[in-house]
């Protein structure tokens, strides 16, 4: 005995463990005591994964630790980030130490296990039965395998314990990972003591029978946990402490191998924030990583729910974890829960401190792992509430802590929705906020495809009848004159002034007035002011408030507009949400529609913390946010950024535009020619005639000089195929109203739509309105015209399952069931026509998995799409280009699972690379040989939204582009490697700064603002528009993901620039319908002008909205959709009938084709002088426009007549005076001489 004693105390042994469970970190400190006084020579170490992945100091310390180590421990290695950084030290290690045991880890780390005589293999036997036990098969809908794989777990090392030779190696590694998985201070140490008794070698043998090692400590698998419980866990809620008062109860779902861990002051803190409001709460716990049962279990009895909101502490989607996610199962025990769903974030790859400081707040993986995925489930809410801190006591370092003020925010917005959901809905105060963007009385009530004061009406309306106690104006025109009109005018406001906040109580009460003083000026500012006061625009309905949210501030000020970050609030915007919360004290706001300024403050990507302005505006405020089902990318930032829970809306409804006027002549006169026989000579060179004269009154051809010989043919069978794609381009028709389901017609024109774009089928008419009636689905399709087999009868009756949708209306519904506060189940975002899955509208929008863009489809899509742009710039007479200019957006690449992030890819010859999970982890290149032409130079700029909501996507990009510059490859072959080490000589600068070749804003900062200088027409020439992009867009982001300011790089790059290239995001979203386009493809278009010295660019529009696609230039597409919208009138027709909106949307239409001429030069005249004919020289339309809106039909004058100013058209003088004196006629209306204008 005293001789074993002798042995341990003399003999060292190094025990190290690497791993992403951090939280273990402390327990194992703990054991590693304990295990010094059994064996004093023991070092045990732990390395986290998330430390070493950041800190290059802590990943030496590592990679020293193994390389000394005798008995290594790897658990949880799965990401390639973890992986490679330590990969190649443990395979050198593997066959020098005593043992090595790889659990729950990636097969590349697995198969490095070695236990004596075991050894991991590849493929099947011990490899392949761990895959299975891991869970993959659990991904699977409805799978539930955490207790399964428990008992199989501890079962396996009881079956092998009899059997000699190898099985007892096998045995002791299925003891290790049972130990780690029920990872508590005493199992860390007995996992300890088991290695070191059966494994300890060479020198180190004599260790063998010092350290006994008692079976694996079981802990219940499905249980409750509370700090002021007795022994912490149980298994029965009865015994969880009660807060007095019964005030409301919430669920917690907690990480059992924490709480075993001992590492649980995160919880405890969120805990006692909760219970400090007077709610009860209860934690509990599930094995492995499916919450399901504990749901079941502590939340639900007799399918009711029995907690008024639960909320998720994991950090992890409610089934699965870091290496997959089943948000199926999850959606159908939430949607049977039916309470508030909140998802909140520990910081777990960063400490509380680096959080803090982060301008962006989450880290890429994150956000990805811990934001993204649990939104697929339906989750709301996300935020921090805790992490590790540096300041911790040196007991307490590795141990996870609460943020408090996060933690008591937390309480708090659990408790005003629990307090929303409990409180009768006559006494709720409900505060419904509109937008009014750029500010102007003619843009009150701002919201993308929406008729918002018909919706308002329709949901005041319904709300009245649900019991609130609200005033119901009696009609839409009663109700927007109210807010627009009522006493506006006296106050030479935007809208009603519905109260005036005294310049005294804002300095009294505003928190943060040094900051919006240092911005704004002293208070009360100039913005929604009279110089003594603060206007509250909007008005009251019951308890009901509707109010105008107030402007950014700097629409008019061309100077701010060049700041590279965003900037404070005005004293208006923070007064009009203090007035609402406090004074006001609504239960909860509903933004009203796409979209406002919220979510756009400046403050983190995501994680917020109190310095952000978007989380002190809304604080604890619930906040429900109508939003387009087709607009994903924003309305996930109004998700992380403004705590919002979302109600998606549809879209209005799409037809083909068909054809009008001279259109239908020429396409008469075309069918004609077409029809006579070659010998019938005379009389088609009489009609060719005819035709060239009729294409150049619908300026589709020129009248001089005439046609002639074989160009006759020719000029018009492309004349016909111009006039068919006019007549069958989509449309949107009108604007979607909230509460009104799609009528039989339009139901009927989508269907055919999706039919075509979807499905590539032109059915009959008159088989789809049988499918609308109700006709059955195989008796539509023999009416269809159609082959009468199964696949095409499996597209109609998707068509019946869609109209079955259309035909009612889900989202009042689902305002209602919001604003009980109750669960939204999540949806994708998308357009109807690709994701019908957006059907029924009236859900939570979310994006695609980050993890899993680009899609296999969309790197095939993309490659054909590269294919396309670079044969249309060639056919165009163009050399092959050496560089492009790419713009992303978020909502493209979320709705079409990475397409235009794959082509950016194709582009340069590369392809993402996945781990064994299918998770993206990096970029590969193409070779040469496969790819067969030269790699493309592409300089990608992204948009503030792709920035925050693809983080992964960044890295990729940027990767692509560095491993392309690194390629040794001829520069005739690799014009990425040819620009960079050009740059490189000229700029004596390192090559992985010249191979950025990835832009977009500043941390915090979102557009190109080139857009409100052309809105508010505060410039004098295009380079001014240059150096406000380049300025705001000149943050180049590498492989790591951060972003460093490189406005000399984006110049130098942007001068090889040949073309300039962009997607259409979508069939209802021209490039002439929202400013977004020119702000950023013709910013950046405006952009590389300036750096080439002036000359012109190419620049090309993708249209993929149907079949395989099409390449246009941006005078095509401009010349389309004028003809197809702004010219039609099925399109004005559809607009007009929603009266003010309708003439809003086409002066916004009006504005952004000039928008195109100003930063490209790329508009045709005629475009001018054809809007002018339509809108402003025809009396009755100039005079319904002016008696629906003067405001915004007097801008449509002012923008026409500032395009003439600025030489975009130069019309005859007859036109131009006329154009003057209607713009004077409708000045004179808007303020009221001599005419009386209509409310």
Known sequence: MQKRTSAADTTGIRVVIVTLDNHLSSAAERASATL???????????????????????????????????????TMLFMEDHIQPVLPWLEKRRDDCDAIVVCMSAADVSKLTRLGRFKMGEGGGALGFLKRLRGKDASKPGGSAGAQQMKMLRRIPKILRFIPGTAQDVRAYFLTMQYWMAGSEENVANMVRLLVDRYADGPRKALRGALKAAAPLEYPEIGVYHPRMKDKIGERADKLPVVPGGRGKVGLLVMRSYVLAGNAGHYDGVIKAIEARGLSVV????????????????????????????????????????????????????????????????????????????????????????VAIPELDGATGSMVFGGRSVAASDEQARDMQPHEE???????RVDRMIGLRKRARAERKIAIVLFNFPPNAGNTGTAAYLSVFASLHNTLTAMKAAGYQVEVPESVDALRERIIGGNASRYGAHANVH?????????????????????????????????????????????????????????????????????????????????????????????????????????????????????????????????????????????RRGNATLISYLTPPIAHAGLYRGLLELKGSIERWRQLPPEAAAERRELAVLIQAQAAT???????????????????????????????????????????????????????????????????????????????ADQALAMSGLASDETTLKVFRELAETDRLLAKDHE??????????????????????????????????????????????????????????????VEDGNPFPESIALVLWGTDNLKSEGGPIAQALALIGAKPRYDNYGRLCGATLIPLAELGRPRVDVVM?????????????????????????????????????????????????????????????????????????????????????????????????????????????????????QLAYQNLESVELGVTTIDHYFDTLGGISRAVKRSKGGSDLPVYIGDQTRGDGVVRTLGEQVALETRTRMLNPKWYEGMLKHGYEGVRQIEEH?????????????????????????????DEMRQRMAALNPTASAKVANRLLEAHARNYWNPDPETLEALRRAGEELEDRLEGVGVDVAA
């Open 499 to 639: 109260l005036r906040i005294p310049a005294a109580d804002h300095v009294k009460r505003e928190r943060y007035l040094s900051e919006l003083e240092a911005m704004w000026g002293p208070a009360p500012g100039k913005q929604q002011s009279d110089g003594s006061s603060i206007f509250v625009l909007g008005e009251q309905f019951g308890n009901v408030f509707v109010g105008v949210q107030p402007a950014f501030g700097y629409e008019g000020d061309p100077m701010r507009l060049l700041f590279e970050k965003g900037f404070v609030p005005t004293h208006a915007f923070t007064a009009f949400y203090r007035w609402i919360k406090e004074d006001f004290a609504a239960d909860a706001v509903l933004h009203f529609g796409t979209h406002g300024a919220l979510e756009f403050m400046p403050g983190k990507q995501a994680g917020l913390s109190a310095a952000c302005w978007p989380d002190r505006l809304i604080g604890d405020l619930p906040n429900l946010y109508l939003y387009a089902s087709n607009n994903p990318s924003e309305g996930t930032l109004a998700k």
């Open 812 to 873: 009042i519904e689902a305002v209602l069931r919001a604003l009980d506060g109750r669960f939204i189940p999540p949806a994708p975002g998308g357009d109807l026509l690709r994701t019908p899955a957006i059907l029924p509208t009236g859900r939570n929008l979310h994006g695609f998995d980050p993890f899993r863009i680009p899609s296999a489809f969309a790197i095939k899509d993309g490659a054909h799409q590269a294919a396309r742009l670079l044969a249309r710039y």
């Open 406 to 412: 996060r933690a008591a925010m937390l309480a708090a």
């Open 698 to 776: 619908v300026d589709l051809a020129q009248a001089e000089p005439a046609w002639e010989g074989a160009e006759v043919d020719q000029r018009i069978l492309a004349l016909n195929t111009a006039v068919l794609e006019l007549e069958y381009t989509l449309i949107p028709h009108g604007l979607h109203v909230i509460g009104e389901a799609a009528t039989p017609a339009e139901r009927v024109d989508l269907l055919l739509s999706v039919a075509e774009a979807t499905h590539g089928l032109r059915p009959s008419k008159d088989s789809v309105e049988a499918l609308v009636e109700g006709a059955p």
């Open 283 to 370: 934690p509990c716990f599930a094995c492995g990583l499916d919450a399901r049962p504990a749901v079941e279990r502590f939340f639900l009895e007799n399918g009711r729910p029995t907690v008024d909101a639960v909320v998720s502490l994991t950090g992890f989607s409610l089934v699965g974890g870091p290496a997959y996610n089943d948000a199926r199962a999850a959606q159908e025990i939430l949607t049977a829960l039916d309470v508030p769903y909140l998802s909140v974030t520990p910081v777990e790859f960063q400490t509380i401190e680096q959080w803090e400081a982060n301008e962006r707040g989450l880290l890429p993986v994150e956000a990805t792992m811990m």
């Open 36 to 74: 010094r006084r059994e064996l004093p020579g023991l070092t045990l170490t732990l390395h986290a994964a998330t430390e070493y992945q950041a800190d290059a100091e802590a990943l030496e310390r590592c990679r020293a630790d193994i390389e000394k180590a005798d008995i290594i421990i790897a």
């Open 1150 to 1178: 009006v504005t952004n084709t000039m928008g195109w001429s100003a930063t490209t030069g790329q508009v045709a005249p005629w475009v001018y002088q054809q809007l002018t004919q339509t809108y402003m020289l025809d």
């Open 941 to 1057: 700029t992204l948009s503030g939204i792709f920035r925050d909501l693809l983080p992964l996507q960044i890295k990729l990009l940027a990767e692509a582009s560095y491993l392309a510059a690194t390629a040794e490859e001829p520069e005739e072959l690799n014009f990425v490697r040819k620009h960079v080490l050009a740059y490189q000589k000229a700029n004596a600068c390192d090559l992985e700064t010249a191979a950025l070749r990835v832009f977009s804003n500043a941390d915090g900062a979102y557009g190109s603002n080139v857009n409100q200088l052309i809105g508010n027409s505060r410039w004098e020439d295009e380079d001014e528009l240059a150096e406000t992009y380049t300025r705001r867009k000149c943050y180049a982001y590498g492989r790591t993901g951060g972003a460093v300011r490189q406005p000399e790089l984006l110049t130098s790059v942007l001068s090889n620039v």
